[in-house]
């Protein structure tokens, strides 16, 4: 399934490149950071000592909610270091303004340019900040037993519709997810008919008891 998926991601790229190298040309978009989407560590992440907790939100939204996160996580594992990855240049600019030992562009969702990562920062945990589930990402995750925790999630009716479309291949995908701190009855409830497992899935509400639930994982996999 994961060698499928790979290959139609790499054939999306492929397919996407024209209009990325315009839009570079153009307006600059995409050209930060290009040696980091593609594997190459920054030194900012090379730096930091092995165990951080990886934190990913996309834009400037789910980087506003992170950056409450980072301020609980703080208090809570004032020991611990975590790293925010972002998609945007947006993303990016404000992640830079957070409390965070290193602050990067995530890398696209194909193995050789996640391994790196993985291997230099050897999290032990990855955060997902509202619905961003990637197979490859979740998948690596798997392989070295690092626990995955969505939160602040969102799922709408319509995304749910979608993602039960591709039937066992998105459970198998999801069913990787090990903790889902969902906004609301409603989306706790939508997660769930996706094929979370019933336990893994809380309705928190807010990001504070989203560290809460999160630190609690955190401290019952060092005991």
């Known amino acids: ?16 490149a024209p209009r990325a190298i315009w839009r570079i040309m153009r307006s600059g978009t995409y050209r930060n950071g290009i040696s980091e989407r593609f594997g190459k ?9 092995p165990g951080a907790i990886w934190v990913h939100a996309v834009s400037v939204g789910e980087v506003h909610a992170a950056r409450g996160l980072l301020g609980h996580l703080a208090e809570l594992l004032p020991e611990i270091p975590v790293v925010l990855s972002t998609t945007t240049d947006t993303g990016q600019a404000l992640a830079k303004k957070a409390n ?48 995955i925790a969505l939160v602040n999630g969102r799922l709408s009716s319509s995304s749910l519709g979608s993602y039960r479309r591709l ?22 409830a939508r997660f769930r008919n996706l094929g979370i497992l019933p336990e893994r899935v ?22």
């Open 100 to 147: 965070t030992a290193a602050c990067f562009y995530c890398p696209v969702d194909l193995p050789w340019a996640i391994s790196p990562y993985f291997d230099t920062l050897q999290p032990r945990a990855v955060v997902l900040v509202e619905t961003e589930i990637w197979p490859n990402l979740l998948n690596a995750c798997n392989q070295r037993d690092i626990p």
């Open 167 to 188: 039937g066992c291949l998105m459970r198998k995908i999801v069913s990787q997810l090990s903790i889902v701190c969902a906004r609301t009855n409603l989306e706790a």
């Open 202 to 223: 809380f309705t928190t509400g807010n990001l504070k008891a989203d560290a809460l639930v999160l630190t609690s994982s955190v401290q019952s996999r060092q005991e």
């Open 1 to 16: 399934m994961y060698v499928a998926y790979t290959l139609l991601y790499l054939i999306g790229l492929c397919a996407y």
């Open 41 to 49: 560590v920054p030194k900012q992440v090379a730096n930091v000592q």
